[in-house]
């Protein structure tokens, strides 16, 4: 059974602190891992798209990268805007997504 | 691009009526839909998939007949909570996937509240 995990689970960083949040799965077949940011009362917002171990993607304060049981979401610098819930998800082929709890990230002013 | 619409974004009803929440895809085809529920502090949990033309598939205890999902065009889903009731206030989460990419995309959600 594909299963996603995350951690932490609640985050606090002053603004310009960077630090990394952790995507764990175990998938049989990875189609792909993805990345989504969802702000409090609103749809998750895709961020990235990891399809081979190795791989890295950037957005602004934001990198992915992906290993073959985890991925990292690295925020370098983050700014109070970046307050949000991280999702992070698997889907192998033929199957559906499969999401983890999230990361409830805070950046404090 | 990619963008997915979903309507209303809240609704308050009366126990005992159903409530249609719509899905569309703005600017893509969508092959596939999916509907989630979403308890506060808590993941997505996916309801049903759904294909253009094609009946819905549930999730293992999630009731077909109580949530009604319509796949009637490649860019309109909908979802019908019907005989409504208070345990069936939730967050609401539609998403589409275009057939050439992996990703999906989601709407705004809808507060549903039953009273």
């Known amino acids: 059974e594909d299963q996603v995990t995350q951690s932490p689970e609640a985050l606090r960083l002053q603004e310009g602190e960077s630090s990394s949040l952790n995507c764990s799965y175990t998938?049989?077949?990875?189609?792909?891992l993805f990345w989504y940011r969802q702000d409090p009362g609103k749809g998750p917002e895709f961020l990235f798209t990891?399809?081979?171990a190795g791989e890295e993607k950037e957005k602004e304060r934001l990198k992915a990268t992906l290993t073959k049981k985890e991925s990292f979401l690295h925020i370098t610098a983050p700014k109070p805007e970046d307050s949000a819930t991280y999702l992070c998800?698997?889907?192998?082929?033929?199957?559906?997504?499969?999401f983890g709890p999230g990361t409830r990230l805070s950046v404090l002013p | 691009g990619a963008v997915v619409s979903q309507h209303p974004s809240w609704v308050i009803c009366k126990s005992g009526t159903s409530v249609k929440i719509e899905c569309r895809s703005l600017?893509?085809?969508?092959?596939?839909m999916f509907w989630y529920r979403q308890f506060p502090k808590q993941s997505l949990m996916l309801m049903a998939t759904?294909?253009?033309?094609?009946?819905?598939?549930?999730e293992q205890g999630v009731e077909k007949d109580k949530f009604l999902i319509n796949h009637a065009s490649l860019t309109l889903s909908t979802l019908t909570v019907t005989s409504a009731h208070p345990e069936d206030s939730s967050f609401y989460i539609c998403?589409?996937?275009?057939?050439?990419?992996?990703?999906?995309?989601f709407g705004q959600g809808t507060r549903l509240t039953v009273v």
């Open positions: 998403s589409a996937e275009p057939g050439h990419t992996t990703e999906a995309f």
């Open positions: 998938v049989s077949g990875l189609r792909g």
């Open positions: 990891l399809y081979s």
């Open positions: 998800a698997v889907r192998a082929y033929g199957q559906n997504f499969v």
């Open positions: 600017d893509f085809q969508a092959t596939t």
């Open positions: 759904s294909n253009e033309g094609s009946k819905a598939t549930y």
